[in-house]
Each structure stands twice: as C-alpha cells, then as structure tokens.
C-alpha cells in the first residue's frame, strides 16, 4: 500500500511542480524496498522445503536483477525517459505494488510462524498442503514441528542485545554482515550507478553507452537466472568465494585497461574496460542472491529476524555510503585508481570469509548452529593460546631479563 502511495506521489510531483512530492515519493519507495529486501528471501525460505530453500531465496534477487534491466529499458528517452513521460517511469514499481495488495491476501502465510506464533496447527497444516504436494507434505510438517521444538527448547528471547552479546553468536554475526560488506566492496554500486559514464569513458558515445549499460543489465539478469541452479548445485560457500574472487579479478582488469587508455594513451585498451565490464556482470550475477540468504540459513528461528534485520541494515548502509562517495573519490583520484579500495577491502573479505563462512547446502539449521559454534569455540580457543602465549613470553621477559637465557 505504501508503495501504491508513492507511485501516486511520483505521478503527480511533475504536474504540481513539487520537488518535495518527488522526493517523499522516493524515499517511501526506498524505505520499503530496505525492508522488504529482508523480508523476501526469509519469507520465501520459510514456505519451501528443506531441501529448496536456497534456490527459494535466490529467487527475490532474480527478480531485483529483472527489474534493473527493465528499469534501464523504461528509463531510455526513447520510451519513458523523455521529458514529457519521465513521472510514468517513476511510478512504474506501483503497479506490481498494487498487484501484490490484490495477490497477497490469498498467499498462504509461513507455516513456520502459523505454528510457533499464532498456535493454530490447522490453518499451519492446510498452509502446507497449498505449498507443496501430498506426498512432501509429512515431511514438511515433521521438519516445521522438529524446528520449532528446538527453538522452544531453549531460552533464547532473539534481542538485538543477545545478538551483539553472546559470544557463541559472535561468528554467525560476523559472517552475516562481512558477505554483505565483501558484496557491496565487489563495486556492484558504483557499477551499477555510473556504468553509462564508464561506457562514455571507454569513447562510446552517449546514446551507444546508454544502450550498453542496459545490455551489462541484460546480461547481469541472465546470469543470475542461474543462481537458483548453482546455488545447490555447487553450494552457498564455494559460489560466494568464486563470485567475489571473479568481482575481484574484473576489477583488476578494469583498473588496469582505464589506467592503459587514461594515462599511457593506449586506444586499444578501451575494448578491454568493455569486455572487463562484461566480466563483471556475468561473474557478479551468479552469486549475487548469495548474501540476502545467509543470515537465514546461519540463525535458529529465536534470532533469524533480528540477524536478518542487521545484514540488510548494514548492506544498504554500505550501499549509501559508496554510491554517494564514489563519484567524488574517482574526481579526486581519477577512474583507474577508483577501484583500489574495492580491490584491496574485496581481498580481505574473501580471506575472512575462506576462514569464517561454512556451507549451508542440504543442512538443517541445527546441523549449521552447531557447526558455526564449534568454530567459534576454535577460534576463541586459539585466541586464548596466543594470548596466554604472550603472557608468559611478558613474564620471562620481566624475571629474566631480555638478554637472559632460561635454564631447562
């Protein structure tokens, strides 16, 4: 309804000459797509089996990466970007806003939190059977029901404070936020933002670069139609790893041909910030779903929300941050060297993510709570060794001395 709201105000800013009107329209638009970015993928998972829950939650950032390209196509001069017609593209989103407030009502609600919330096992039961078939349903009321005694078993209450608090919750957290963090340091942004303008750079002409950028778009949906496959095909920790490795190895590559054709006069080199562009749609594309499920899948039902709530606070913090700063960081320092801090934070990422991120592929969330725990464990154990480690070193050192040897 909100967004309904806001395609009306964005209708309607252009005929009563009001940037305010404007401006509210976007950002009721932008306040909701914060909150349902979160609230997608984690509804999605929760109606699908076990077994397809990861492909299910890809599908919310298929569906973003469709809306991209098609909001490029509608936002071409030609079509609805013109002068006279640019309101309508603006209000555009509110006629999948209104078409949901028709088709939501009749959606069955999470059996999950019918259950576990509400306490009503048949409306939980008759939600199941208009998910799945007759033959999944046991299965998938067994699993609901198994779940939910685990997280009633305990006496976790899922408050921002024990999230931030307990140190067993600490290398889930991190992990949450740091693959949203190594997603938004792929450049994906920046990209995505002024991609037209890298066109332009590369000697394309205006109108040419803006029908490029809505090709990368194309291309950048094309190749997220296959993340639904990949995702449980090769699993959650070895696509991420690659996507980022990939993000990183095009962003050296569009460093280096920007560098070549700004500052040595090399011609050439644009081609090869054009191919470096499409590269990194391609690779960004089939691991780009990856981070808006992990916090899903690394939380028991208790703290799912509340971990989901601060991943997606931190990516589109994250989001803000770069898209309003890196227009100015490239004038400062010039395109080529504009992609250094994505590239250096980008390699940090995917060494911390090697070392904290587990696989989620065909595991119950128990199985992947206690996993993430007994590394935890670890690390805080290895912690502990090295800390003890350097006391003692400080102890020898103010007994004996720093010259003197110790006697076995």
């Known amino acids: 309804m ?48 076990p077994a397809y829950r990861g492909s299910a939650g890809t599908l919310h950032q298929v569906a973003v990466a469709f809306s991209d390209w098609f909001s490029l196509l509608i936002g071409l ?58 033959g999944e349903f046991n299965r998938m009321f067994a699993n609901v029901i198994k779940e939910i005694a685990q997280d009633q078993s305990s006496e976790e209450s899922g408050s921002f404070r024990e999230l931030f608090t307990r140190k067993d919750l600490r290398v889930p957290l991190i992990a949450s936020i740091l693959v949203m963090i190594a997603q938004q340091f792929t450049g994906c942004t920046a990209v995505f933002a002024y991609s037209t303008d890298m066109f ?77 562009l499409i ?11 990856i981070p808006w499920i992990i916090a899903c899948e690394l939380f028991n039902q208790q703290f799912r929300s509340t971990a989901v709530t601060v991943s997606v606070l931190v990516a589109w913090t994250f989001a803000f941050i770069i898209s309003t700063s890196y227009l100015p960081f490239q004038q400062l320092v010039g395109v080529s060297f504009s992609y250094l801090p994505f590239i250096v934070i980008l390699a940090i990422s995917i060494v911390l993510m090697y070392i904290l991120l587990p696989e989620t592929r065909n595991r119950p969330i128990e199985e992947i709570v206690d996993e993430v725990r007994t590394r935890t464990a670890s690390l805080s154990q290895a912690a502990s060794r090295q800390e003890m480690q350097r006391l003692l070193e400080t102890i020898e050192t103010r007994i004996y001395g720093p010259d003197e040897e110790i006697d076995d």
């Open 2 to 49: 909100f967004n309904v709201f806001a395609a009306i105000l964005e209708l309607f800013s252009k005929k009563f000459k009001s940037p305010e009107i404007l401006i509210l329209g976007r950002f009721i638009f932008g306040a909701n797509m914060g909150l349902t970015s979160g609230l997608v993928p984690m509804y999605l998972m929760e109606i699908t089996p």
């Open 77 to 134: 001069p030609s079509i609805l970007g013109g002068e006279e017609l640019w309101p309508l593209a603006f209000a555009f989103p509110g006629i999948a806003a209104l078409a949901l407030v028709l088709i939501l009502p009749f959606c069955p609600e999470s059996p999950k939190y019918t259950l576990a919330v509400k306490g009503d096992r048949e409306k939980a039961r008759s939600d199941i059977r208009l998910l799945v078939s007759e």
């Open 279 to 289: 590269l990194y749609m391609c690779i960004y594309g089939v691991g780009s779903p």
């Open 200 to 276: 332009i750079n590369a000697n394309l002409n205006p109108e040419l670069a803006r029908y490029s950028t809505l090709a990368i778009g194309i291309i950048y949906f094309v190749f997220a139609c296959s993340a639904p496959y990949l995702i449980e095909k090769v699993g959650r920790r070895p696509l991420s790893l690659f996507q980022l490795t990939g993000c990183l190895f095009a962003l050296i590559l569009l460093s280096i041909f920007t560098y070549l054709q700004n500052y040595l006069g090399m011609s050439w080199a644009s081609y090869g910030t054009i191919l470096a």
